[in-house]
């Protein structure tokens, strides 16, 4: 569409570069840009242009533009609007979703912009009206109705007003009083209370009373008596008569008109496609609620300026009301429009390149005009973060039939495509202990297998009393959480359960479980040592990618072959997973374009292979869906602008990632109900509501109220308290009226106790947890104990029974050797602490401590956190003793006995029993450890691991 000089009104210079709402009024048929301090103010004698811009994750701007008409006014004024919005969406480049929107029948997404309602005050500019100015206060009583955004209408001060079915909000000179009709919703009188805030603060500079009243209580309480004595006293309320606003709107099959030459003709059509609708035309779809006008790109101005005065005739005549115009300009049909064909084909989404966006912009460059925010350029990919403490303890079951069984710690990350696995991490919170419990289902893995995972978690998140949230996993579409948690993670061709073995019997298929003497090839992927993965793929040419490293091997020949794509950190990542895999064989590195003939006879010979990386689902901007499921039939409502008082505790709501989607369960809803939660999930990536091709294996995450996990509550301005609150969602939010608009304090909730290890650990306070459990990704996180660790750890469980030959656990010093222990207060100790925690940031080579010796850290200041007078008394004093330590030199023992070298090499005659055979280096003293590697202990754990192995094998020690 060409777009001359004249066709951009000057008001309109700037607009929609930046996110945010922009409102003009119409004056003299022209529009004039209102001051953000009068947004949400509309008079019924005046029309309104309002703009709202969105900046998506992308970095793209998005514009929805409404035109608003109030009751009064005149239709030339009306008109002028509808044509000053087509103007503005042909100055912001012709993609703007359009709407018309009448007084008393606004859009879902309108009221969004203005929560929480619009109370339209009498009056106008081009009318003749006069704006009402501040007199004496009025008696006003107003109808509320909806669930999620709140349609306000003010009606007579009358008994007959009144009715059973919907809320009225009485707005005294004194006293605001909401009257709650004995068939209304909770939620309904929930959102109805933050009109009367609303009112209480826009009318009564927030001092007056609020009092609420219940259909049907007599007149016993005295606030109802004050009620009814402003209707003349209390008598039975009338049934409700049905007016034009209770009717619901006409509906019926989609009709489809062509616009030409301002005459709108039907067109005969058996099936809606796309073909029908001619990139140089303009058409009306006609819904019965929705009118819709589809303008194609090609088409002219003035030919949008008629299809749009078409679509406002035909409203008219017919004589429709609630009917909402939307204007759509081809390549940006919405949702709602697309699905009302029959097919609509895939289609790339239309970027305003040349053609579009990027004329309008040198238009307006030319004009004077800032044109950054049409020209942005493509954000920064971020990667993603957890949003998950990773200090926390992890438990995996192997499924096999109707049972699960625990995995030894040191095969918690090594899974099989055949099989399904059960996990459960618990980690500290905000303020407890949280707890994940999720599946992972193998590709390969059998139907019966996979339900019985679901069945089985969802079981111990229920003996839980729900408090863990569940998450369901399917092998290749796993959440950077799962990835985090595992931190190396290794993924196995075949299964080990019952149910894989027999189903490959029966089939007569060949078993291809991971067999150490076989040929295996493993693509390497992740972002660093706190998430890597190995995926063992088939063993052919084939199966390469120049974008990704991998580790070959067959018996005790090795090779790692890195892409022509790859980098030093994938590099990186392939010596560290071969300490996983293959840690006692020395490797041959292959670099893509100069591999040695054994490395193709290995893989069956050469073949052409792939060279993108492979593509995961990123994350969308979130939706929010309100959901009603019955009798297996999922219906959605999406929630616009939301927020966290959108979440009502009597309802189920999903938030919709794209990537991955979250179930949030009210507490207040029903058994029943919490029960389906996720079959809830698989329903909505089934029915695809955004139509955004979601893939049906994405993960599920079901969350309660009140435990929601940081990974969740990002999305939201989170308020601990509110989700902590008791009662349904009105008796919430009437507490927190009567709080000053703030939620009250909650006492907080009982430690949750967690076994680390066979040892029941209550995880403390926030305010004193060591730093090793405080939340942060950087930080190691603690995996099972073996029996060396469990036997010393015994040794510090009663400072009564230790051994005092062992030395206590050490503290870390948590302030400067400036600060002598005596003059750190409180205060000044966590100050330290904070500007400590800001200065040093660990390295990713730190993870490489032995594991023995991350536990043992973790035990000591799990320990020294607790109530422990001796231990307490001594904490500054330990501290001391650290000070004199030497820079760079480890601890003599980290926590773990010393024992001589001629007792814990592998060839030694009287060796130690009950020590971690695969960190025998870490019972040397700091001396011997020096002499035999001839470096000190930190400098060795920042090596690689498979040079680390090298070098004990050189000393006996591997």
Same mark, same amino acid.
């Given at each position: ?55 998506? &994750? ?25 044509? &000053? ?15 018309? %929107? ?14 929480? !309602?619009? =109370? ?11 704006h ?18 709140v ?11 009144? +009715? ?6 009485l707005d005294?000179?004194?006293? #605001?009083?909401q ?6 919703? =909770? ?20 001092? !007056?009373?609020v ?5 049907? &209580? ?7 008596? %004050?009620f ?8 039975p ?22 616009v ?6 039907? #067109?005969?059509?058996?099936?809606l ?8 035309? *303009? ?29 406002? %005739? ?71 973060q957890?949003?998950?403490? *990773? ?10 039939g ?14 099989? +495509?055949?099989? *399904? ?8 919170? %905000?303020?407890?202990?949280e ?7 193998? +590709?390969?893995?059998?139907?019966e ?45 075949? $299964? ?7 189903y ?26 706190? +998430? ?30 890195s892409?022509s794509f ?20 020395? *490797?041959?590195?292959?670099?893509? $374009?100069?591999?040695?003939?054994? /490395?193709?006879d290995?893989?069956?010979g ?20 309100? !959901?009603?499921?019955?009798e ?47 079959t809830?999930?698989?329903? /909505? ?31 939201f ?42 040892r ?69 100790k ?11 940031e660990p ?5 490489? =401590? ?37 820079? $760079?030199e ?46 000190? &202990?930190?400098?060795?754990y ?17």
């Amino acid at each position: 569409m060409a777009v001359s000089m004249r066709d951009l009104d000057p008001a309109f210079k700037g607009a929609g570069q930046k996110a945010g709402l922009e409102i003009w009024r119409i004056e003299n048929f022209n529009p004039v840009l209102i001051p953000q301090s009068s947004y949400g103010k509309f008079f019924t004698g005046d029309s309104y242009v309002i703009l709202k811009t969105t900046a998506s &994750k992308s970095g793209a701007l998005r514009h929805d533009i409404h035109y608003w008409l109030g009751k009064d006014t005149s239709q030339d004024e009306a008109g002028a609007a509808a044509l &000053k919005t087509v103007e503005l969406d042909a100055a912001l480049g012709g993609r703007a979703v359009q709407y018309r %929107e009448v007084q008393g029948h606004e859009t879902e997404k309108l009221l969004s912009y203005f929560k929480p !309602c619009i =109370i339209p005050q009498e009056g106008g500019i081009a009318s003749g009206f006069k704006h009402v100015e501040a007199e004496e206060h009025k008696t006003r009583l107003f109808v509320c109705k909806g669930k999620h955004v709140v349609h306000v209408k003010e009606v007579p001060f009358a008994r007959s007003s009144l +009715n059973h079915d919907d809320i009225f909000i009485l707005d005294t000179e004194s006293k #605001i009083f909401q009257f709650n009709g004995s068939n209304s919703s =909770i939620q309904e009188r929930a959102k109805a209370l933050e009109v009367v805030q609303y009112i209480k603060d826009t009318y009564h500079d927030g001092k !007056c009373e609020v009092a609420a009243i219940e259909d049907g &209580k007599l007149m016993s309480d005295s606030e109802t008596g %004050e009620f009814w004595g402003f209707f003349g006293g209390f008598a039975p309320l009338p049934r409700k008569t049905v007016n034009d606003d209770d009717k619901p709107a006409d509906s019926h099959p989609p009709k489809l008109l062509c616009v030409e030459k301002g005459k709108a003709d039907p #067109i005969e059509t058996d099936s809606l496609t796309k073909e029908l609708l001619d990139t140089n035309k *303009c058409y009306i779809l006609d819904c019965g609620l929705e009118v819709f006008a589809w303008m194609g790109r090609n088409t002219s101005l003035d030919d949008r300026k008629s299809a749009s005065r078409a679509a406002d %005739e035909l409203v008219s005549v017919t004589d429709r009301p609630k009917s909402q115009i939307i204007r759509i300009i081809e390549g940006f049909e919405t949702v709602m429009f697309r699905s009302k064909f029959d097919s609509w084909p895939e289609t790339t989404p239309v970027t305003m390149s040349e053609d579009g966006r990027g004329k309008v912009a040198a238009l307006l460059k030319r004009q004077g005009l800032d044109v950054k925010g049409l020209l942005k350029a493509d954000p920064v990919k971020e990667e993603p973060q957890p949003y998950i403490d *990773c200090t926390g303890h992890l438990q995996v079951w192997r499924v096999n039939g109707q049972e699960k069984i625990l995995l030894p710690a040191t095969d918690q990350s090594k899974f099989y +495509n055949g099989d *399904c696995y059960i996990f459960q991490y618990s980690y500290p919170g %905000e303020d407890k202990e949280e707890h994940l419990i999720g599946t992972w289902i193998g +590709n390969n893995s059998v139907e019966e297998e996979r339900a019985s995972a679901l069945a089985q978690a969802s079981k111990m998140v229920e003996s839980m009393k729900f408090l863990p949230s569940l998450a369901r996993i399917y092998e290749g579409s796993e959440p950077i959480q799962f990835h985090s948690i595992l931190q190396s993670f290794i993924v196995y061709k075949g $299964g080990l359960s019952d149910g894989y073995k027999n189903y490959i019997v029966e089939k007569e298929i060949p078993d291809e479980t991971y067999s150490e003497d076989g040929v295996a090839l493993f693509r390497i992927q992740g972002s660093g040592p706190d +998430n890597m993965q190995a995926i063992q793929v088939e063993s052919v040419a084939s199966s390469l990618n120049s974008s990704y490293c991998y580790i070959l091997h067959s018996g005790d020949t090795l090779f790692t072959w890195s892409g022509s794509f790859t980098t030093s950190d994938d590099q990186e990542l392939v010596d560290r997973m071969l300490d996983f895999i293959k840690p006692e064989l020395q *490797c041959k590195p292959q670099k893509e $374009g100069a591999e040695s003939e054994q /490395f193709w006879d290995l893989l069956g010979g050469k073949s052409e292979y792939p060279s993108q990386k492979i593509v995961r689902d990123d994350e969308n901007d979130p939706h929010l869906f309100s !959901c009603n499921f019955s009798e297996g039939n999922l219906k959605a409502k999406e929630i616009y602008n939301f927020s966290q008082d959108d979440l009502m505790t009597e309802d189920i709501f999903i938030l919709d990632c794209h990537s991955e989607i979250f179930v949030w369960v009210g507490q207040q809803v029903d058994p029943k109900s919490r029960m389906q939660a996720l079959t809830i999930g698989e329903k /909505f990536l089934e029915h695809d509501f955004l139509l955004e091709k979601l893939s049906r294996l994405a993960p599920i995450y079901t969350v309660m109220e009140g435990s929601e996990p940081a990974f969740f509550t990002r999305f939201f301005k989170w308020e601990s308290a509110k989700s902590a609150m008791l009662g349904n969602s009105f008796q919430r939010k009437l507490t927190i009226m009567k709080n000053g608009g703030a939620p009250p304090l909650i006492k907080p909730k009982r430690r949750a106790t967690v076994s680390y290890g066979g040892r029941s650990v209550s995880v403390p306070d926030k305010s004193q947890r060591s730093r090793s459990m405080s939340v942060s990704a950087d930080h190691v996180r603690v995996r099972g104990r073996s029996p060396a660790f469990n036997a010393l750890a015994a040794t510090f469980e009663s400072p009564k029974d230790r051994n005092l030959s062992t030395p206590p656990p050490m503290i870390r010093k948590l302030y400067p050797k400036s600060m002598t222990p005596d003059s750190a207060n409180l205060a000044s100790k966590s100050s330290a602490i904070a500007r400590l925690s800001s200065s040093f940031e660990p390295t990713a080579r730190e993870n490489l =401590i032995p594991r023995s010796v991350k536990g043992m850290q973790w035990m000591r200041s799990s320990d020294t956190s607790k109530s422990n007078p001796e231990t307490n008394d001594k904490e500054d004093s330990m501290s001391s003793i650290q000070e004199g330590m030497q820079e $760079g030199e480890a601890e003599d023992d980290e926590g773990v006995p010393v024992y001589p070298y001629e007792r814990i090499n592998t060839a030694s005659t009287d060796p130690v029993e009950d020590i971690d055979v695969t960190k025998r280096e870490a019972y040397l003293s700091s001396a011997e450890f020096k002499e035999k590697f001839g470096m000190v &202990k930190s400098d060795f754990y920042k090596l690689p691991k498979w040079k680390q192995n090298k070098l004990k094998m050189a000393i006996q020690l591997f």
